[in-house]
T-cell receptor, first 115, second 116 residues
């Protein structure tokens, strides 16, 4: 059974620091992997989607990498800002019956960036 | 294009009551999903549908029922509410069936349900 783990569970950093969030999964036979951001009491905002054939994706100050063989993905945030404070969720896609897909989520890393 | 919409935003139920969480998407997606998120946890799949008239169980289906009579709507029914169903419920949809693509799931804003 696929399990997704995110480390650390919480992280506090001063503004301007570069940081790395970690995600690991138990079954390397995944398809896409996606990073989401969730603000308190809000829904999910997609940050980056990495296809299984790709090794990384970049968007602005965010860079996500994927290493299927080791079952790991990292989200790198450069020059962190207070507005980056949120919970970051990692999720992997898997095939469900009848050829659909669904997501398995980690518990998230809650990031707090102080000014 | 409203995307995925969910109603209500908030609801308080008493134990044993029933309710239906509504989900509608206007992107003509065949695939729709219901997830629940408990405090401090990731989302878990409750039910999904690959098209009108076709539904299947996810990881945590007990206590819920779904139906899919149209492409746009995917309601989630709670028959006998229990405190363990206190959670935030997210509906999502996607177009492509195969995960090896640039397909992403689009999420609604969520329904926050409390059962007392």
């Amino acid at each position: 059974k696929q399990e997704v783990t995110q480390i650390p569970a919480a992280l506090s950093v001063p503004e301007g620091e570069n940081l790395v969030l970690n995600c690991s999964f138990t079954d390397s036979a995944i398809y896409n992997l996606q990073w989401f951001r969730q603000d308190p009491g809000k829904g999910l905002t997609s940050l980056l989607l990495i296809q299984s054939s790709q090794r990384e994706q970049t968007s602005g100050r965010l860079n996500a990498s994927l290493d299927k063989s080791s079952g790991r993905s990292t989200l790198y945030i450069a020059a962190s800002q207070p507005g980056d404070s949120a919970t970051y969720l990692c999720a992997v896609y898997f095939i469900v019956r009848q050829a659909g897909t669904a997501l398995i989520f980690g518990k998230g890393t809650t990031l707090s960036v102080s000014s | 294009n409203a995307g995925v919409t969910q109603t209500p935003k908030f609801r308080i139920l008493k134990i044993g009551q029933s309710m239906t969480l509504q989900c509608t998407q206007d992107m003509n997606h065949n695939y729709m999903y219901w997830y629940r998120q408990d405090p401090g946890m990731g989302l878990k799949l409750i039910y999904y549908s690959v098209g009108a008239g076709i539904t299947d169980k996810g990881e945590v289906p007990n206590g819920y029922n779904v139906s899919r009579s149209t492409t746009e709507d995917f309601p989630l029914r709670l028959e006998l509410a229990a405190p363990s169903q206190t959670s935030v419920y997210f509906c999502a949809s996607s177009y492509f069936p195969v995960a090896e693509s640039t397909d992403t799931q689009y999420f609604g804003p969520g329904t926050r349900l409390t059962v007392l």
